[in-house]
């Protein structure tokens, strides 16, 4: 079975920094897509990174980039250059055929 | 409206009590899913539709009873529930097909709470 493992509860960072959340999955399939969704107060998951498996390059959106090892099944969120709206719950997800399997999150705070 | 939205945002219910929460989707997505958030725990998904077929109940009580009359409307009926099924409720779309798919959208959630 499909698991995804977000090992940090919380996590802090100043604003402006850069902050990374990690993220491990297990699977025995070669092709699917891991995902970084972000949940703020309103509760509104919202996309904020995709990646393919079969993508060997890293996955960037503006601030927002992944370290995606294949082999050691690790799907890292690095925010760069924090702000206080990055502010949220940070969810890390498997896509199985038309359905996520997701972690526990990590919940991220920023101090001005 | 675009996107995801679900009412009502906040239920509060008896135990003995009959409520529906309610999502419709303005997407154009073809399949719709229920999750359940609970504190500390991961997502879990409870029921999926596809072309308003139901393709996944994930072992859920019967106290919880899907509905989708179409593709943009998916109903959750709630009766006789326990304080245990107090949770954030999420509904989701996303389109899926053979020639590709979307990532799922999701919507605020329903603040369920049994009392």
């Known amino acids: 079975a499909q698991t995804v493992t977000q090992s940090q509860p919380e996590m802090s960072v100043q604003e402006a920094e850069t902050v990374t959340l990690s993220c491990t999955y297990d699977?025995?399939?070669?092709?699917?897509?891991l995902f970084w969704y972000k949940q703020p107060p309103s509760r509104q998951m919202i996309l904020v990174i995709r990646?393919?498996?079969?993508?060997?390059q890293n996955a960037t959106e503006n601030r927002f980039s992944v370290n995606f090892q294949k082999a050691a099944k690790s799907f890292s969120l690095k925010i760069s250059d924090s702000q206080l709206g990055d502010a949220a719950m940070y969810f890390c997800?498997?896509?199985?055929?038309?359905?996520?399997?997701f972690g526990t999150g990590t919940r991220l705070q920023v101090f001005p | 409206e675009t996107g995801v939205t679900q009412t009502p945002r906040h239920l509060v219910m008896g135990m003995t009590n009959k409520k529906s929460l309610k999502c419709e989707q303005h997407?154009?997505?073809?399949?719709m899913y229920w999750y359940k958030q609970s504190a500390k725990k991961p997502l879990e998904l409870m029921f999926v539709?596809?072309?308003?077929?139901?393709?996944e109940n994930n072992s859920v009580p019967s106290r919880f009873s899907p509905e989708c009359p179409n593709s943009s409307h998916l109903f959750l009926h709630l009766h006789t529930l326990q304080p245990e099924d107090s949770a954030l409720y999420l509904c989701?779309?996303?389109?899926?097909?053979?020639?590709?798919?979307?990532?799922?959208?999701f919507g605020q959630g329903t603040r369920l709470t049994v009392v």
């Open positions: 539709y596809n072309f308003k077929e139901q393709t």
């Open positions: 997800a498997y896509r199985r055929v038309d359905k996520l399997i």
């Open positions: 699977t025995s399939e070669s092709d699917y897509y």
């Open positions: 990646q393919e498996a079969y993508k060997q």
């Open positions: 997407l154009g997505h073809n399949a």
């Open positions: 989701a779309s996303s389109q899926e097909g053979l020639q590709g798919w979307t990532e799922a959208f």
